[in-house]
C-alpha cells in the first residue's frame, strides 16, 4: 500500500513467484508528499540476500533477512517524520543513506556508526542517490531542487536548479561525468557535473525566523544601487547588511524599534531608510542610517503603515502619516515636507516614478498618481477589482512609462502610466497571491514574487514566463533586482534567501557550455523569449 501500512513482497526477479515471506515491519507506512503519494522506499543490500527499511512511524532504519523473513539489526534515527524517508546504498554496500529534516544520515554498514550530513541551504530529500564511485549523494525535494553531496567531505557542494516541481529520482550515467534528472514540471535535464562556470544561484541564511508575524512571514530584502550589498531584515528587530560578493555579514542594524517591514536605498546607497514595527504594536517606526558607518542618521519616526517609497533623485522619501495620508521626508535630515491626502487611512505609499515627482499609492483596489511638486492627485487606475485589504503589489519600469500591478486574483497587469490603459495581461498560476513586483532596469523582465516561497521571470513584451521558478526556501518571498539588472535577490519568511545571477549573457554562456554547441532558433525562443536571435556560440 503507497498511503498507510505498507509491506514488502520477496520475488524471484526471472519468474515473479514468490522466493521468500512477506515482510511487514511496524510503521513501514506510505504517505502524500505535495499532493503526491509516496511509497516507503527499500533497497536491497548484501548481494540480495537482505533489504533495508525505513520504518517511519518509530524512526528506524532496520535491516531484514530475505530468507527468514526477520529483522537482523535496527539503527534509530531523528524523528519524527510524518511517513516517509528517502534511501540509497553505496555500489560497494558499505554506507547506507537515510533522509533527515535537512539532509541525510550516512550509516556505515559494518559498524553501525552514523554520520548526519545537513546544511540550512537544503530540505528534506525525497530521494537520494549515491555516484558510481560512491564519493557524492544526489538528493532531490518537493520543490525540485538536486542537490550534490560530498561524502567523504559531509557537506553540500552545489544546487542544480531547472526544475520547478519536485524530483522523484535522479541517475547517473555509467562514468559518472553527467546526471540525468526528471521533474513534475515535465522537464528532463542532463547535468555535466565536470563543467565549470557561475553559480546561478548562491543560497544564504540571514535570520533564525519563522517570521515574527504570525501572517504573512516577510524579511523585506534590498540591493544597494551598486550591487554591492544586500540589507535583510532580521527576526524581532534589526537589519543585517550583507557584502553580495562572498555573502559575508558587514554590519547589523538593530535600533529598529521592531521588526523590518520595508527597505529602501537612498540612490547613492549611502542612506538606508528602515519602516518597522514592534509585534501587536500601534505604532510603526521609521529610521534612516548611514550605509558605510552603519550608524543611526534619523529617527526613530512615528509614521503609519509598512508603506516606503524613495524618489529617484534620492532627495525625499515617502511614508504612512500618522494622521492618515502620506508623509514626504527630506532624506538627508529626517525632516517632514508636505503631506498628501491628508486625513485618509484607505491609502498606503506606492513608489515613486522614474522622474521623481510622481507618486503612486494603494487606495484598496485602485492606483492614485499623485504630483508631489503640486501635492495634487493627477488621476487613477482601477487596477484590481478584485482586491483584498491586503492591497496591492506594485512596481513601475525604470523609464516611467509602465506600472505593473498584482494581487490575490491570478493576473498580473501592465499598464501605460502616460494613457492609464492596460497594455498587457499576464496570468500565472500562483493560489496564495503576488507578494512582490520588480522591473529589470531595461523594462523588459519583470520578476514575481509569490506567496508561495517563489520568485519567477517574465518577458514584458511577450507575457512569456522565463525559464522555471527560482526557489531558495519557504514561506513568502520578496524580491530585488540590482540597478545593473544582472543580480536578483530574494528573501523568503523562513530566514533564507538566495542572489541570482538573472544576466541573459551569462545564461547564454552556460547554455553554450551544456550544450556544446550553437543553440538553435527554437531553444532561443524556449529560453529567451522575445529577444533577437543571436547565438553565441
Not at 509516496?38 to 548484501?46: F, H, K, Q, R, S
Not at 527468514?68 to 554496500?93: C, F, H, K, N, Q
Amino acid at each position: 500500500g503507497s498511503v498507510g501500512p505498507a509491506w514488502v513482497t520477496i520475488r524471484d526477479a526471472a519468474t515473479l513467484e514468490p522466493a521468500g515471506p512477506t515482510i511487514r515491519p511496524e510503521g513501514f507506512e506510505g504517505t502524500w508528499l505535495s499532493q503526491q503519494r509516496a511509497v516507503p522506499p527499500v533497497v536491497l543490500t548484501d548481494g540480495g540476500r537482505s533489504v533495508i527499511i525505513a520504518s517511519t512511524a518509530e524512526n528506524e532504519v532496520s535491516w531484514w533477512d530475505i530468507a527468514s523473513g526477520e529483522s537482523t539489526r535496527v539503527i534509530e534515527l531523528d524523528g519524527p517524520w510524518g511517513g516517509y524517508r528517502a534511501l540509497a546504498v553505496s555500489p560497494d554496500g558499505s554506507i547506507v543513506a537515510a533522509g533527515l529534516a535537512r539532509g541525510f544520515a550516512l550509516i556505515d554498514a559494518t559498524t553501525s556508526v552514523v554520520t548526519e550530513v545537513g546544511s540550512p541551504d537544503a530540505s528534506f530529500p525525497i530521494s537520494l542517490q549515491f555516484s558510481s564511485a560512491g564519493t557524492m549523494v544526489i538528493s532531490t525535494d518537493i520543490n525540485g531542487a538536486v542537490n550534490v553531496w560530498d561524502v567523504d567531505g559531509t557537506s553540500l557542494v552545489d544546487t542544480l536548479d531547472g526544475h520547478s516541481r519536485a524530483v522523484w529520482g535522479s541517475v547517473f550515467s555509467p562514468d559518472g561525468r553527467r546526471l540525468y534528472t526528471a521533474g513534475y514540471d515535465g522537464t528532463a535535464i542532463a547535468w555535466d557535473l565536470e563543467g565549470s562556470g557561475p553559480l546561478v544561484r548562491r543560497p544564504f541564511t540571514f535570520t533564525d525566523s519563522a517570521g515574527l508575524r504570525e501572517w504573512p512571514y516577510t524579511h523585506p530584502g534590498r540591493l544597494s544601487p551598486d550591487g554591492s550589498v544586500a540589507a535583510v531584515g532580521l527576526e524581532g528587530r534589526g537589519v543585517g547588511l550583507w557584502n553580495t560578493t562572498d555573502l559575508t555579514r558587514r554590519a547589523s542594524l538593530l535600533e529598529t524599534a521592531g521588526e523590518a517591514r520595508s527597505l529602501a536605498f537612498g540612490a547613492d546607497g549611502r542612506a538606508l531608510v528602515v519602516v518597522s514595527a514592534e509585534e501587536d504594536a500601534d505604532e510603526v517606526s521609521v529610521t534612516v542610517w548611514d550605509v558605510p558607518s552603519a550608524a543611526l542618521r534619523a529617527g526613530p519616526i512615528h509614521v503609519r503603515g509598512w508603506g516606503l517609497a524613495i524618489s529617484a533623485d534620492g532627495s525625499t522619501f515617502a511614508t504612512g502619516a500618522r494622521s492618515g495620508g502620506i508623509q514626504l521626508w527630506d532624506l538627508a535630515t529626517g525632516t517632514a515636507l508636505q503631506r498628501l491626502a491628508e486625513g485618509r487611512f484607505d491609502v498606503e505609499v506606492g513608489e515613486f516614478a522614474a522622474n521623481g515627482t510622481l507618486l503612486l499609492v494603494d487606495g484598496g483596489g485602485d492606483v492614485e498618481m499623485w504630483d508631489i511638486d503640486e501635492g495634487v492627485s493627477v488621476g487613477s487606475l482601477d487596477v484590481a477589482p478584485n482586491a483584498s485589504p491586503i492591497g496591492v503589489a506594485t512596481a513601475i519600469s525604470s523609464d516611467g512609462t509602465l506600472l505593473a500591478t498584482g494581487g490575490l486574483d491570478p493576473m498580473i497587469r501592465i499598464w501605460s502610466l502616460a494613457t492609464g490603459e492596460m497594455v498587457r495581461a499576464i496570468e500565472h498560476d500562483v493560489g496564495t497571491g503576488v507578494r512582490a513586483l520588480e522591473f529589470a532596469p531595461d523594462g523588459t523582465t519583470l520578476a514575481v514574487a509569490g506567496g508561495d516561497g517563489f520568485v519567477s521571470l517574465w518577458d514584458v513584451p511577450t507575457g512569456i514566463q522565463i525559464g522555471p521558478r527560482l526557489e531558495a526556501g519557504g514561506r513568502e518571498a520578496l524580491v530585488d533586482i540590482s540597478s545593473d539588472g544582472r543580480s536578483l535577490l530574494m528573501t523568503l519568511g523562513n530566514g533564507q534567501g538566495a542572489v541570482w545571477d538573472i544576466d541573459p549573457e551569462s545564461w547564454m554562456r552556460r547554455a553554450c557550455a551544456l550544450a556544446n554547441r550553437r543553440l538553435t532558433a527554437e531553444e532561443w525562443a524556449q529560453f529567451l523569449p522575445g529577444r533577437t536571435y543571436e547565438p553565441a556560440c
